[in-house]
């Protein structure tokens, strides 16, 4: 688990920031719900055969006795709050949500075990094209962000009567071939099957290159929705290419699923992962509610992203000031500068005008107000725009009245 220091706070922050901006030009309604759940909220809602909660849970007993779980994920808290609190009959939901996120998984880069996740997901809209928008408000807010070499990988996992056909046949293949399975997937042969598609062990993954393939197994009902979605994306000029081995394991996904890759994160390549899970409101509890979402990890962004491309905040004010009576008068400038909207940065170090204005000009801020001895006496303020803010050539220094706030605060606005 990380700490975040200041300077990395402020990148994440400028991330933050255009984020919300995206989801907000997009419709999207902020939810926030509890870091901690009922431990069974996530077993019915991820699924015991998965590796989350299978072994990356971090599960303990409160003092009531109730098994509890920091969320390993945003999706299932999402569904449970919304049948709660009865919005889910109120028509279709646009909701997003961020923060941190629990898995006991062996730490690496782009994978922690505190980490952040960004979600969207879509409920009561249940068509291709509200796959394509939900996919869309990903890719946009990516390329917002300034990221390149991004694939989109998009699949379909049919409906549920689709995989039943096809589990029943990867059944029979896997079995042959079950000496020759990793241990993880030999568990989940009967369990999970669909999941085995989805493992990191190098051999099984060979091996599965000939497995049967879902594609064969889809009714053309599923495959018109498939061809659909892929016009949808074609003329939104979304590239994306096809991969059969893309599954989201669990019985409720359906038809869509999809990741965003990077070639830049080496084994942690998947920056996005969503898909359709129309089973899953039904599976906790509540009506029967069409529903598409993803997720984007935030540390795994972030590792992607130039310093470049981040609007830093900038100061408008840094306050050089030094001498008895001037830094009592600084401070209580920089108190009305404050209560004006302006952001002043007051220096405190007492050191010398040289070592301040050094100071003055690494700080991002746009002027320089001085107040120095000769200053507090004559009841004036000194400004000057810093050099590496400047657009004028001229960095004539201007002196104001201490007694005239409102002009000096109309000229640090400048
Ligand atoms: P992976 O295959 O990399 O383990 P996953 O399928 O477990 O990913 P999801 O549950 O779909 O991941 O989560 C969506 C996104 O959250 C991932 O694409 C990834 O960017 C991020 N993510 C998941 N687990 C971690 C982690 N332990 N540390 C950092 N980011 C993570
Ligand atoms: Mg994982």
């Given at each position: 688990m990380n700490d975040l220091l200041p300077d990395q706070v402020k990148n994440w922050q400028a991330v933050e920031k255009l984020v919300r901006e995206n989801f907000s030009r997009a419709g999207l309604n902020e939810i926030r719900?509890?870091?901690?759940?009922?431990?069974?909220?996530?077993?019915?809602g991820i699924g015991e055969s998965t590796d989350v909660v299978g072994k990356e849970m971090y599960t303990f007993t409160d003092r009531g006795d109730r098994s509890c779980t920091l969320r390993p994920e945003g999706t299932a808290s999402v569904v449970r709050a919304l049948i709660q609190h009865g919005l889910l009959t109120q028509g279709s939901q646009r909701i997003w949500y961020s923060g941190p996120m629990f898995r006991y998984e062996r730490p690496q880069a782009g994978r922690q075990r505190q980490f952040h996740q960004i979600g969207a997901e879509f409920f009561?809209?249940?068509?291709?094209?509200?796959?394509?928008?939900?996919?869309?408000?990903?890719?946009?807010?990516?390329?917002?962000?300034?990221?390149?070499?991004?694939?989109?990988?998009?699949?379909?996992?049919?409906t549920f009567d689709d995989r039943k056909r096809y589990r029943d046949l990867l059944i029979s293949w896997l079995e042959k071939r079950f000496d020759l399975l990793d241990n993880d997937s030999q568990n989940r042969i009967h369990k999970n099957p669909l999941r085995i598609l989805d493992t990191k062990d190098p051999n099984t993954r060979k091996l599965l290159e000939e497995a049967p393939c879902l594609n064969e197994s889809l009714s053309d009902e599923t495959k018109i929705r498939f061809l659909s979605l892929q016009k949808i994306l074609e003329g939104l000029k979304?590239?994306?290419?096809?991969?059969?081995?893309?599954?989201?394991?669990?019985?409720?996904?359906?038809h869509t699923a999809f990741e965003i890759k990077t070639e830049k994160l080496g084994a942690q390549a998947t920056v996005c992962g969503g898909g359709r899970y129309d089973g899953l409101v039904q599976q906790l509890g509540g009506p029967s509610v069409a529903?598409?979402?993803?997720a984007i990890g935030m540390e795994r962004l972030m590792m992607l992203l130039d310093d470049r491309h981040l609007p830093q905040f900038d100061f408008d004010v840094y306050c050089v000031n030094r001498g008895v009576d001037a830094e009592v008068e600084a401070l209580s400038l920089t108190r009305e500068l404050r209560a004006a909207?302006?952001?002043?940065?007051?220096?405190?170090?007492?050191?010398?005008?040289?070592?301040?204005?050094?100071?003055?000009?690494?700080?991002?801020?746009?002027?320089?107000?001085?107040?120095?001895?000769?200053e507090f006496n004559s009841r004036e303020v000194r400004i000057k725009r810093l050099i590496s803010n400047s657009k004028d050539e001229h960095n004539h220094e201007i002196i104001i009245k201490r007694s005239e706030i409102q002009k000096l605060i109309d000229t640090l606005r400048s």
């Open positions: 719900t509890p870091l901690l759940e009922a431990t069974d909220l996530f077993s019915r009561g809209l249940a068509s291709e094209r509200d796959d394509a928008e939900i996919i869309s408000i990903a890719w946009d807010l990516l390329k917002d962000l300034g990221l390149q070499g991004l694939n989109l990988e998009i699949n379909t996992l049919g979304i590239p994306f290419s096809l991969n059969n081995q893309l599954v989201r394991g669990l019985d409720y996904y359906c529903s598409v979402g993803w909207n302006l952001s002043v940065e007051l220096d405190s170090s007492g050191a010398s005008f040289a070592k301040q204005f050094k100071r003055a000009n690494r700080s991002n801020a746009r002027w320089a107000v001085v107040i120095g001895d000769e």
